[in-house]
């Protein structure tokens, strides 16, 4: 379980790895462009019922720590995916990896 500090270090986000590295690929993408945006994801079972949304802009701190000290190999499939979802108006829309 990987973790998005956003904002100040005391919001904590978490996120299986996976979907976190891929997920920093397409915020580091749009960030690198100046574009803000949000993000929208179903909380864990283990979490209250119901989904987040956060907005991402170049002037708000963001920082990702894996658990797991390997990097893990990205899909380019899942990738397209959320930067798809990330050029619409409704912005990301975390949802799982589709494997073939």
């Known amino acids: ?19 976190l590295a891929h997920l920093k690929v397409v915020i580091a993408t749009k960030l690198r462009r100046g574009e803000s945006f949000t993000i929208t994801w179903t909380h ?3 979490e209250t019922p119901g989904r987040s949304t956060i907005w991402i802009s170049p002037s708000i701190p963001l920082r990702f720590v894996f ?3 390997e990097p893990v190999a990205l899909s380019p499939r ?4 959320l930067a798809t979802s990330a050029n619409s108006s409704g912005g990301i829309m975390l949802v799982e990896e589709q494997t073939e």
């Open 1 to 19: 379980m990987g973790t998005m500090y956003y904002g100040d270090d005391n919001t904590a986000l978490s996120f299986e790895d996976r979907a």
């Open 67 to 69: 658990d797991d000290p």
């Open 78 to 81: 899942y990738l397209e995916q």
């Open 44 to 46: 864990r079972p283990d």
